[in-house]
């Protein structure tokens, strides 16, 4: 896997920071990968074993077992609707049914592959959406971020409006 040299240079950098056991810099490195390239993939996950002597199977661990990891790309726009408690009861599993709807994505379990993969994206590739765990903001449910705009109290024609604002160009896509 060849990487660009400024983040194989930030890669090094991180390792860095855990001297007493590489092993421990595999939670900053999946960060790191899937903020480079969007998600987390095969290649990246062995090549981050390699990198930290690890057996793949280690790496694959970590990110089937943090949901906020994903293994195939996201959509141009990124819907994460807050699942916890206050949202639950605010409506946030309807408000979820309503972005499915109105970007035509169809969801099957927690995601569209299920454990692990926990987004579902729409066929035309513009939207992605995924429930995520507490958005900080119990008292406004229910919540969501659309790429990395938060928003409050989000009723349905809130979230219809919303959507017809997302962009369509891949240089604002998450």
């Known amino acids: ?9 930030k890669i090094n950098d991180t390792i860095s920071h855990y001297p007493v056991s590489k092993r421990s ?27 930290l002597e690890l057996e793949p199977i280690n790496v694959l661990e970590v990110v089937t077992f943090y949901p906020m990891f994903r293994r195939k790309p996201a959509g141009l726009n990124h819907i994460r609707v807050c699942r916890t408690l206050s949202c639950a009861m605010g409506g946030g ?32 590739g513009k939207f992605s959406i995924e429930f995520v765990e507490c958005l900080a903001s119990c008292g406004t449910a229910p919540v969501c971020m659309i790429n990395d705009e938060f928003h409050e109290g989000v009723t349905h024609q809130d979230a219809t409006e919303l959507l017809e604002n997302c962009p369509d160009k891949e240089e604002y896509a998450v």
């Open 1 to 9: 896997m060849d990487l660009p040299s400024d983040f194989a240079a």
């Open 25 to 51: 810099a595999t939670l900053p490195l999946l960060h790191l990968f899937q903020e480079e390239m969007g998600y987390i993939s095969d290649e990246s996950m062995n090549w981050i074993a390699k990198k």
């Open 93 to 124: 599993y309807e408000l979820m049914e309503h972005f499915c709807k109105r970007a035509g994505i169809t969801r099957h379990g927690h995601g569209a592959g299920g454990h692990g993969d926990p987004i579902s994206v729409s066929e035309d």
